[in-house]
């Protein structure tokens, strides 16, 4: 209930996962393939994770391994886990795969999230603090947000640094208001 | 797909840059209204049809459970992202004031909702007895100066403004030596920038 409100973890929750019915639902309009709106026991369904969650814990269906976290996956984090584009398989790939890995029950993922972790946060950080910032945009693309995050902390405090060495006004324009300089009419 | 177009709405807000308001987007916040709306007739009609049937709505676990169940559920979720949305914001901003000060600039205040609006005002009003009883002002900056004045050029045109017992014409692109409080809220709004020597 901690994270009610929390933007990332509701967007965390909006993944597709795949599901199997166990036991048959009407009324409902959420498989694309059924003609009637009734779902039958067996049939294969996406859902978005908050839904699949909720209706595991009650038995009615059973999760299937994401894609994001399958043995291809794995291969290419084992290889070279610093350039595997792992936003476009899943924005929140850590925060998701905690989420999922309990349910699905399976072993091995809480140790590739580990090690896929491990390995990045190193490269990320000496990106964030020696790259120059248009050189670096290129990487920012495959960096899963909460990677996005610790790159931007580092590089803010590296920015943070040189202003304190160099000195600077201390005062500056709030920064709800844009960068942009408003046009004089 | 159920909650869709709620999470959409939580979208909106984690595309924007951190602390930035995005515009109030009550289209979309009506829609998902109209499907909570929705869900909540067909609950009921599944409700109904269990009930019709002479089962036990607390204990039977059949087709309309389920599918109730489900309806039941997309209703919280959109529950969930509608709340998230308006507090999200809501704290963007009470975080306004201590930035720009109690009068809104007119960019931000496009943005926001008539009873966002609202909130603010009351916001400020309560701030604002608060200081006054305190005698203190709490939205200046909180580290000491070393030089109680500082050196400022006018980036706009302010006009004339009354400070203590002077009247100053802040003309664009004059530059004057200001008490330093008397400067922030000009700066924070970007009116006025600092020169530093």
Not at chain 1, 29 to 47: A, N, Q
Not at chain 2, 123 to 147: C, E, N
Not at chain 2, 176 to 196: C, P, V
Request: include cysteine.
């Amino acid at each position: 209930m901690a994270k009610y409100y929390d933007i990332d973890d509701i967007i965390t929750d909006e993944e597709i996962v795949a599901v199997i019915f166990q036991k048959s639902a009407s009324g409902v309009g959420i498989d694309p393939s059924s003609e009637t709106d009734c779902v039958e026991v067996g049939s294969k369904v996406e859902l978005p994770f908050w839904l699949a969650h909720e209706l595991q814990q009650r038995q009615a269906v059973s999760l299937n391994i994401p894609t994001s976290f399958n043995q291809n996956t794995r291969l290419e984090i084992q290889a070279d886990s610093a350039c595997v584009d792992l936003r476009s398989r899943c924005p929140f790939f850590y925060e998701f795969g905690c989420k999922i890995a309990p349910l699905v029950g399976a072993r091995n993922i809480g140790p590739l999230l580990l090690s896929a972790f491990k390995s990045r946060y190193k490269e990320v950080l000496t990106k964030a603090h020696t790259a120059a910032f248009t050189a670096a945009s290129k990487n920012l693309t495959i960096l899963t947000k909460e990677e996005t995050n610790l790159y931007e902390a580092a590089q803010s405090s590296m920015a943070a640094f040189k202003k304190w060495r160099m000195g600077g006004p201390r005062f500056q324009k709030a920064s709800i208001l844009g960068r942009k300089r408003k046009s004089t009419e | 797909m159920y909650g869709r177009k709620a999470c959409q709405l939580v979208k909106e807000l984690a595309s924007g840059e951190k602390g930035q308001l995005t515009p109030y987007n009550s289209d979309l916040f009506d829609q998902v209204i109209a499907e909570c709306s929705q869900h909540h007739l067909e609950l009921q009609s599944l409700i109904r049809k269990m009930q019709e049937e002479g089962l036990d709505v607390q204990t039977t676990r059949n087709a309309d459970h389920y599918g109730a169940l489900i309806h039941h559920l997309s209703l919280v979720r959109n529950k969930r992202c509608l709340m998230a949305y308006m507090y999200n914001r809501a704290e963007i901003i009470r975080s306004l004031i201590w930035k720009v000060g109690p009068v809104l600039p007119q960019q931000i205040q496009e943005k926001l909702s008539h009873t966002e609006e609202e909130y603010f005002k009351k916001h400020s009003g309560a701030l604002q007895s608060y200081m006054s009883r305190l005698d203190l002002d709490l939205t200046v900056d909180m580290v000491p100066p070393k030089d109680p004045y500082i050196q400022v050029r006018v980036l706009d045109d302010i006009g004339v403004v009354l400070s203590d017992d002077k009247t100053t014409n802040f003309a664009r692109h004059s530059m004057h030596f200001l008490k330093r409080t008397d400067a922030e809220q000009f700066i924070s709004r970007g009116l006025m920038e600092e020169l530093t020597s």
